[in-house]
């Protein structure tokens, strides 16, 4: 029983402070005066009364009506009723009154008031029956308003007199004494919410989706604010969306309408629920971490850094199509063609309630089973019960969903188990819905008419709850007269009586004293328990718990105990996969369990050790849900199984097992804790009453179960809970003494377990419980590599309390520590009493010490142990120079992360985990050892990479089950996509660990290079005195000397362009002049002293020239190095040699190409307007059109320019100062812009002139920022935004031409939008014409970018991928190909890891890139590229044009030369780009070089035939371009290699050089083997452009990234040996395998396949081999052998058919090259791995598959010859004209050539069905000198121009005749 009204409150606007800007109100009047005890005052309820504030109004509004929900400190709800009504404002109306008195008394009218003030009355009660004081206070206003003959005072009192049931749906009738009837309607059940119709308003306003957010954000415990401009509908909100948790109650602030005064609560850390007027809109958008929802429009805002949990399906689209068919019932029958009749409007009350309902139905869903997770601790007095919260998701199959978890974790839930928990109290709708409905809601899922009504028939209980007596509503309340507010004549409310009011309340409080209440008894009974927990999602069982995998877990601990050691080595590895399974470790437990109740628990030692194997590799495959489930069952056993050492001193399994870090989690102590409490609870109260006071725990350890007698703790819990009440004192107070006593033994016994398992065997090691000592292994890293070392299994334990102590203390302490903690909550849980509590203190240290005691002599008796016979440690092999630094470590390897050598969903060999040895030489680190499974124990498994490349390292803790013991462990990650995951044997002791690492840091980053291996072989450290800075002039002047005589006696040398391409041999470097410092010549050239360089005097102009980079460009003829008066005319470029001293820019070659015209003095300046001093120079030309390729770096700032800006410029163009600011670089770039036009407009008629389609947009910029909106795109759609630029490319290879306006678009990864139709361009008669230059810079430089119309140049702005983004992808790149763990998610596919690297991506754009610049140079114009700082993306571009352009490149001798001037010379940052100098260990690898060559291997699987090496080249290089083995890649530039002495080699003097060159490597690896020579390589046909297809599907993996060769290690590091007598070959590989047998594992991840597999190509060059070897010949080299090979293999099909057939629209033309592969009767030859012996049939290039050699031959009278003879025929490019015997076949339609009459095989041929026109020509150079004029004629086809001669001009005629005539038959 209730009062209806706790107090009555007149609030009124306060005049007092009306002048202070902003209004209040103030308490006028309350009723009772005093607080009642069981009811306190609400403090600051004038705040709610006008939650927008106190404000006076112009016009009198009508009344308002809302209720505030106040909460007190006790949790206690308060409902505010509020009545507001406007009345004239006093004081303003009496000036007003004194103003016109005079003329008031003339006319006899009241002037009306002008001011109106707030006024609210207010009733305050603990009931929530808001019509009720709708009601109350209506009447009371009513009263007053109409002025009617009642007294306010009664009708006040009579509010207090009315005393109300809680509930049991009684009904009670009242009136206030005013005529009035009401009716309070009492619910059924007071837990059940009432809401009356606000769910379905709530539905209404916000919709499905919006109210599911919302309610998953309501129980995740977001912050929610409803916003609207009505108090009332606020209200509603707020209570319906409370009403949706139940049975869910939410213990977080809840205030559904909050005053503007306190907006700033909305600031608080904690969740919430809150209304707000939609007046403050503007203060709640300021708010990042509040989900808002407009009741008014609709709508909800989520930020962004709010992560909203959605329902587990299949809950949430049951759920929302649950609500779909309540809200639109018409849904169902919308398509119906005849549909039934429209429904009648449903009652809102009956849509509230079954709306309703199904969210009870989700909640009986969700928490199905919980009672069964319930934890019962102690029964009396008061139950305490826990939930086990693992054990529920882990059943439920939820274990990975937020939302679930996260619900369990509120507070919500926790109120939820403390209310409903006890098993015998009131129960209600939910509760049995939960026990008895779940079942069939399952069922009724599919079902919808099913569906719908069990919801009807809930919602109908629902409604009955709220209104059990519908027939007697029956109400009378009058209300005031219409327009009784507007009233001018209205007199303030009046003040009541205060003192009537009291006696009245006091009256009836003494009649109600005097009636007996009459009390309604509480209905309880023993709450059901309901169906066992089940897995909400339907899963299949895994393959794991298969009936087979249990039978082999059961047959290995049968063989264990049996003693049969072979058929449990047999089975063991089979029994430890089988572990990975859950229902194979339940299995583990049971059956070890059936041995402890045989008392079969004391084991020999190899039984000991088999046992403890199984029990580890249990505990390790525990996943999160069931961790502490298998750890449980074990922790019984592992103080049960034990093992003799010696008389008297037994081992037990637990100081075996005390690695996992299970045993280190307080909450898996809590849970198991509590669980065995139960039982003995349980067991409490099954047993006699002469057994209840001791409790046997050894039953319980040794197996024996408890007598079940059918009846849970449950059950027993909610009988003695009935029974409580009737029992005596006495025997209450003997059970509480029992269950207290139960428990407090159980915290003994749990203190003994927890010394147990956590006092190490080996207390010295202190290793329990404690940080890792990052000590000398932090220190030595200096932060070089990562900083991600892992910590300790387990936290401090002072993390809790914010600090940790400093002191170091030993592993007791931190032992007893823990279960300190451990103790004080259970117990303090518990209800166990302090002196109890304390005497524990008092125990635990004594226990502590006495066990470690113990454990001193275990451990000293079982080091004397036997040790087990372990694998014998394998020696590497090592190259020559190669030393172990660190002999190796007895460890066990671990998988990467990649399933093929597990044996586990891919099946095959079990080739890891394997055991053996870690080494550290001067070069790698090295794991060798063998398999652990002995089936395949045969094998040799060996995983190495260089030290350099070594990215990432760090402190591991993986729980070894192969061994018991083990240390921690080590991770050592590579980027040569190697990982190294090694645990050590208990042998190795941690000193050697850290001697290990200390070794690693120091080879890892050595002081110099000539530390690294690539000095190491026979080489001895050069002392290199660098100068002191304060000589470094003098240094510089002293080498200045040198040069300038060398080049004085050098003479003056012209290179021409007829030199020869190719290297010189050594001979010829060999005859070179020397020079002397005694010479006296001075240097004409004064060059600033920049350089500390201290040069050696063979530093000559001559060893320049030997430089690729001159020798490409003598191959160019892109200029001379002469003076200029022997220059030719022509010549428009030049090769200084100004930064030979590298002065100018030091990460430039010694020798630059740039414009004839400029002055070397003026470079220096230019340079310093350019980033890194990087101008501009020529690396390239084409050699048809004459384009060139320029490079640079990025231009310098406006900051940096206008340092040397020149207000009037010279030359008939002016440049914009504004950007290009420094004169000498306008001279500069204008004399560039005039060389390239004035050879543009020389070599203009040899080209075709094309026009480009499009021009360089001027709003290309404004465009592409427009389209920077779209970068943040899905990997899907950038992959799919090549389309255009596809069809673009496709419609312009025809012309040769390439629309430059979308270049700049298409860079950035975007397409070129398509021109706006309604705007018109504005015609520019410069923008309509090609220009010979385009200039490719950064987006940033475009501002203040003018070009005037001559300077025949146009700027293309562009974006390119910043480093920063290489390297993100890179490291997911990483985590994709080598993960270092099994992905848990099943989801996280490796195709979907590397989409996510965008890896692709980024080589995608950089095709684009490089194929657009390329298309550009081969349309003529001219490219200058000004990226970055000049040494990573343009490098990448022009090294890929030029590949893409020129096939001098695409062979072996030109890749290399590539790779040296570009990559080497001028300057990549390969030292720290790939982190190989100690300088570069702060920053992340970036794989600048090997996206590279990642392009490079696309373009390659797209054009097989135009590269003259393999993938394996490729590969080979990436390899070693990290490896420091070869000194190539050690350095920056190649001033930095001159400052080292590595730049030049002197050839006479053999003891100079230093290091080895990876080109000479490659040279000799050549010569020896076709290892790196692609069999389809054609050279005489590929001679055009390549255009690889770029879009994404046409881009793959390589192969380079996920492959591994266990059997040997990587296949690059070869070693170049004398030749052996036993062996033909004279390459060897580090293999490093053990003595061969004849068994053999073929696996892709052991083997390298390719090799393994014999192919016809690599056997017929043995064989050829052996028997040269045989008849004592000198073996043959195989590049001539194989060149006879491929010339007898020529059929009559020709090379020209199969290139017929690609088109060069073709997007890859592969399957033309094996058609052709097929006519020559051989395969295409993958890469192979490297290392087989070539005496054997295996591939040294590889192969797919075996294959026959045929030779195909013809006879010449088989073919059908209509007219032959001798024809002369001209070359492709830069070749002659060469007589042929030429053949025309009109049968076949071919002109076929044989070079003479009699040849058998045809040379080429042409296709006449490709002939366009045959028309007579005019002699061209180079022609025969004897020919007639009249002789020559072409042949044009569709793809190339043949040119012919004949012996003379009738002869021609007859020719053209045959061929016309014949073209004209077809």
């Known amino acids: 029983m209730a009062r209806l009204a706790d107090y009555f409150i007149i609030v009124g606007f306060d005049n007092g402070k009306a002048g202070s800007g902003e209004g209040s109100g103030k308490i006028i009047q309350r009723f009772p005066c005093k607080d ?20 006076l109004s112009r016009e009198r509004k009508p009344p308002t009506f809302f209720v505030v929900i106040l909460t007190d400190s006790d949790s206690e709800r308060h409902y505010c009723a509020c009545l507001t009504f406007y009345e004239a404002e006093i004081n303003l109306q009496g000036a007003k009154h004194e103003e016109t008195e005079g003329e008031g008394e003339e006319t006899g009218l009241i002037q009306p008031a002008q001011a109106f003030a707030p006024k609210s009355l207010v009733l305050v009660s603990r009931l929530d029956y808001p019509e009720i004081f709708r009601a109350c206070l209506g009447l009371i206003y009513t009263v007053h308003v109409d002025n009617l003959n009642i007294s306010l005072e009664l009708l006040i009192a009579n509010l207090f007199r009315c005393i109300v049931p809680l509930a049991g749906g009684s009904q ?14 009492t619910p059924l059940c007071d837990s059940l919410p009432i809401t009356g119709t606000s769910v379905a308003v709530l539905f209404q306003q916000l919709g499905i989706q919006n109210i599911l957010r919302l309610f998953c954000a309501v129980l995740t415990e977001q912050k929610i604010v409803f916003h609207s401009t009505s108090y009332q509908r606020l209200s509603d909100a707020c209570r319906a969306l409370e009403a949706l948790m139940f049975p869910l109650k939410y213990s977080y602030p809840y205030i559904p309408v909050l005053p503007g005064q306190l907006l700033e609560v909305l600031s608080s850390p904690t969740p919430f629920i809150i209304g707000v007027h939609s007046s403050f809109h503007n203060e709640i958008q300021e708010l990042l971490d509040v989900i808002t929802a407009d009741l008014d429009g609709g709508t909800i805002k989520i930020p962004e850094c709010i992560h909203l949990c959605d329902l587990p399906e299949p809950l949430l689209q049951q759920t929302q199509a649950a609500l779909s068919l309540i809200l639109h019932p018409d849904l169902e029958v919308a398509d119906y063609a005849f549909p039934p009749l429209p429904l009648p409007p449903c009652n809102m009350k009956i849509l509230d309630k079954e709306l309703r309902a199904v969210f009870l139905r989700l909640f009986a869903r969700l928490f199905q089973g919980y009672r069964s997770c319930l934890q019962l601790i102690r029964i009396h007095a008061e139950p305490v019960i826990r939930f086990h919260k693992a054990a529920f998701l882990g059943q439920r199959g939820l274990i990975e969903n937020d939302f679930l978890t996260k619900v369990l974790d509120g507070m919500a839930f926790v109120g939820f188990v403390s209310e409903r928990g006890p098993p015998y109290r009131t129960c209600d709708l939910f509760d049995e819905l939960v026990a008895y409905e779940t079942e069939r809601i399952e069922r009724d899922e599919g079902n919808v008419q099913k569906m719908l009504k069990h919801i009807r028939e809930l919602g109908e209980q629902l409604l009955k709850n709220e209104n059990p007596n519908p027939h007697m509503s029956f109400q009378k309340v009058p209300r005031p007269t219409e327009g009784s507010h507007l009233r001018v004549h209205v007199l303030p409310f009046p003040r009541v009586n205060e003192d009537k009011v009291q006696t009245l309340i006091q009256e009836g409080n003494s009649k109600h004293q005097s009636v007996m209440p009459t009390t309604i008894v509480e209905k309880k009974c023993v709450v059901p328990a309901g169906p066992s927990v089940a897995s909400l999602t339907d899963k299949a069982g895994s393959v794991f718990n298969s009936a087979r995998r249990l039978e082999v877990v059961k047959n290995c601990i049968a063989y264990i105990f049996e003693n049969k050691l072979l058929e449990t080595e047999k089975m063991l590895q089979a029994a430890l996969r089988a572990l990975k399974g859950k229902a194979a470790r339940q299995c583990l437990t049971d059956e070890l369990s059936l041995r402890v109740q045989e008392n079969r628990t004391i084991l020999d030692h190899q039984q000991f050790d088999y046992i403890i194997r199984m029990m580890n590799c249990a505990l390790q495959n525990c996943s999160g849900s069931e961790e502490y489930g298998v750890a449980a069952a074990l922790l019984p056993l592992t103080t049960a199984f034990c093992r003799k050492l010696s008389p008297g001193v037994s081992q037990f399994a637990y100081t075996c097992v005390q690695d996992h870090p299970i045993w280190a989690t307080q909450q898996f102590w809590e849970v198991t804790f509590y669980n065995d409490a139960q039982s003995q609870i349980r067991s409490l109260y099954l047993t006699d009453k002469g057994d209840r006071t001791g409790i046997n725990l ?43 006593s139960t428990v407090y033994s159980l915290a003994i016994h749990y203190a003994s377990l927890m010394v147990y398992l956590l006092v190490p065997l080996d207390t010295s090691q202190n290793k329990l419980l404690r940080p890792s000592a990052t000590g000398d292994w932090e220190s030595g890293t200096n932060s070089i590599i990562t900083t991600s070392m892992a910590g300790s299994v387990a936290e401090s334990y002072d993390t809790e309390s914010g600090f940790e102590d400093a002191e170091v203390m030993d592993a007791a302490h931190y032992v007893v520590r823990f279960i300190t903690r451990f103790i004080d909550k259970v117990c303090t849980e518990s209800g166990v009493t302090q002196d109890h509590i304390k005497s524990l203190h008092c125990m635990i240290p004594g226990n502590v010490a006495m066990h470690i005691e113990t454990l001193e002599v275990v451990y000293r008796e079982s080091k004397r142990l036997p040790p087990i016979m372990k694998p014998k440690i394998l020696q590497p092999a090592l190259l020559p120079g190669e030393k172990i630094e660190f002999e190796g470590l007895r460890v066990f390897l671990y998988p990467d992360g990649r399933e093929e050598a597990t044996g586990g969903i891919l099946g095959g060999p079990n080739i890891l985990p394997a055991e053996g040895a870690l080494f550290l030489t001067t070069y790698r680190i090295i794991f060798k050892g063998t398999p652990h499974d002995h089936i395949v124990g045969e094998q040799t498994v060996i995983r190495s990479f260089p030290i350099t490349s070594v990215i990432k390292e760090k402190k591991i803790h993986i729980q070894n089950h192969l061994q018991q013991g083990t240390q921690e462990g080590l991770q050592f990650q590579s980027s040569t996509f190697q990982l190294i995951s090694v645990t050590f044997d208990e042998e190795v002791c941690v000193e050697f660990v850290d001697m290990f690492k200390k070794h690693f840091l120091k080879l890892r980053y050595p002081h110099s290079i000539f530390s690294t291996f690539a000095f190491a072989i026979g080489q001895t450290m050069p002392q290199i005195a660098l100068p002191k800075q304060k000589e470094k002039n003098t240094s510089f002047r002293t080498f200045s000397k040198t040069i300038a005589k060398g080049a004085k006696m050098a003479g003056k040398i012209t290179m021409g362009r007829q030199s020869s391409g190719k290297k010189k041999t050594s001979d010829d470097r060999g005859s070179r002049l020397g020079f002397t410092e005694d010479d006296d010549v001075s240097d004409d050239s004064e060059l600033p002293p920049s350089s500390t360089l201290k040069a050696s005097e063979k530093s000559t102009m001559e060893q320049l020239l030997e430089r690729a980079c001159f020798r490409d460009y003598q191959r160019l003829g892109v200029g001379t190095i002469s003076s200029s008066s022997s220059r030719s005319k022509t010549e428009h470029f030049k090769i200084t040699a100004v930064n030979r001293m590298y002065s100018i820019c030091r990460s430039y070659p010694g020798l630059l190409v740039i414009p004839q015209c400029i002055q070397d003095s003026s470079l220096e300046k230019v ?34 320019a206008s340092l040397f800006k020149s207000s009037n410029p010279p030359g008939a163009v002016p440049v914009s100062s504004e950007f290009l600011s420094s004169l000498e670089q306008e001279k500069y770039l204008q004399a560039l812009v005039s060389a390239i036009t004035a050879s543009y407009k020389m070599n203009a008629n040899s080209i075709r002139t094309v026009r480009l389609n499009a021009a360089i947009s001027p709003v290309l910029a404004r465009r592409d920022k427009l389209s920077q909106t779209n970068q943040k795109s899905s990997f899907k759609e950038r992959s799919q935004t090549q389309g255009v630029l596809a069809t673009l490319r496709c419609s312009n290879r025809n012309n040769g031409r390439v629309p430059a306006a979308d270049i700049g678009a298409r860079l950035a990864g975007k397409d070129a939008p398509p021109p706006v139709s309604n705007v018109a361009p504005t015609y520019n008669p410069a923008r309509s014409r090609q220009f010979a230059l385009y200039i490719f810079g950064e987006r940033s430089q475009i501002r203040g970018f003018k070009l005037e119309l001559g300077l025949n140049c146009e700027f293309v702005p562009v974006e390119v991928t910043d480093i920063r983004q ?32 965008e890896w692709l991506f980024q080589l995608q754009k950089l095709l684009l890139f490089s194929t657009s610049v390329s298309e550009v140079l081969e349309s003529g114009c001219s490219v200058l590229l000004c990226l ?6 343009t490098t990448q571009v022009v090294s890929l044009a030029q590949l893409l352009c020129d096939p001098f490149y695409r062979t072996l001798e030109g890749f290399q030369m590539l790779i040296e001037k570009e990559w080497l010379s001028f300057g990549h940052k390969f030292s720290q780009r790939s982190n190989l100098a100690s300088n570069s260990q702060g920053s992340d690898f970036t794989p600048i070089f090997l996206q590279f060559l990642d392009c490079v291997h696309q373009i390659h699987k797209q054009y097989p035939m135009a590269f003259e090496f393999n993938q394996y080249y490729l590969k080979f290089l990436a390899y070693h371009s990290v490896s420091s083995r070869f000194k190539t890649f050690l350095l920056d530039s190649d001033y930095e290699r001159l400052e080292h002495g590595t730049l030049f080699e002197d050839k006479g003097d053999k003891m100079a050089k230093k290091g080895l060159c990876i080109w000479e490597t490659i040279e000799r690896i050549h010569r020896k083997s076709p290892v790196f020579f692609n069999y389809l390589y054609v050279q005489s046909e590929w001679k055009r452009m390549l255009r690889p297809s770029i879009t994404m599907p046409n881009l793959t993996k390589w192969d380079y990234y996920t492959e591994e060769t266990l059997s040997s290690g990587p296949s690059y590091d070869w070693v170049i040996a004398n030749v052996k007598p036993e062996t033909s070959e004279d390459t060897d590989h580090i293999n490093g395998a053990a003595p061969q047998s004849k068994r053999k594992t073929v696996w892709p991840c052991y083997d390298d396949v390719s090799s393994v597999q014999p192919d016809g190509i690599t056997t017929l060059l043995s064989e050829i081999e052996k028997l040269e070897n045989k008849l004592t010949q000198s073996p043959e080299r195989w590049h001539s052998v194989w060149s006879r090979t491929r010339s007898a293999s020529r059929d009559d099909s020709g090379l020209d058919s199969t290139l ?123 022609a025969p000198k004897t020919a007639n004029e009249r002789a020559f004629f072409d042949v ?31």
Request: glycine share 8%; charged share 25%.
């Open 36 to 55: 009642w005890t069981d009811a306190s005052f609400p403090q600051g309820i004038e705040l709610f009364c006008q939650p927008g504030g106190w404000q």
């Open 172 to 185: 009670k009738l009242f009136s206030l004494g005013a005529g009035d009837r009401q009716l309070i309607q």
């Open 698 to 740: 050894d039953k319980r350890i040794k197996g024996v179960a408890p007598p079940d007698n059918g009846r849970t703790a449950m059950d027993l819990a909610a009988e003695e809970m009935r029974m409580w009440p009737s029992l005596g004192k006495e025997k209450q107070q003997e059970l509480l003494q029992s269950e207290e």
């Open 1167 to 1200: 340079a310093r307007c350019f980033r890194q001093n990087r101008l501009p120079v020529v690396c390239w030309k084409h050699f048809r059109n004459k384009a060139v390729l320029v490079r640079a770096g990025g231009f310098h700032g406006r900051g940096v």
């Open 1366 to 1397: 290489v390297k993100a992808s890179f490291k997911k790149l990483m985590r994709a190909c080598v993960p270092s763990t099994v992905p848990a998610d099943s989801e996280t596919t490796f195709l979907k890891t590397l989409a996510d690297s």
């Open 1428 to 1433: 970055e700082d000049g040494w990573d993306i």
């Open 1700 to 1822: 017929k057939k690609q088109s060069p629209d073709t997007a890859g033309p592969i399957p033309n090259d094996f058609q052709l592969c097929q006519r020559r009767g051989l395969l295409h030859l993958p890469d192979s791995g490297l290392g087989e012996d070539h005496s054997t049939p295996s591939s040294a290039n590889g192969v797919g598959q075996t294959s026959s050699f045929y030779t195909q031959f013809a006879s010449k009278t088989d073919e059908n010859r209509s007219f032959e003879g001798i024809l002369y025929k001209r070359g492709a490019l830069l070749k002659g004209w060469k007589p042929r015997w030429f053949v025309l076949d009109v049968t076949k339609h071919q002109l076929r050539y044989y070079d003479s009459k009699e040849d058998t095989n045809c040379r080429g041929y042409i296709d006449l069905a490709d002939v366009e026109m045959v028309t007579p020509s005019t002699p061209t150079i180079g």
């Open 1836 to 1866: 044009k086809t569709t793809k190339r121009m043949y040119n012919f001669c004949a012996c003379d001009a009738q002869i021609a005629h007859l020719w053209i005749d045959k061929i016309q005539s014949c073209i004209s038959d077809a």
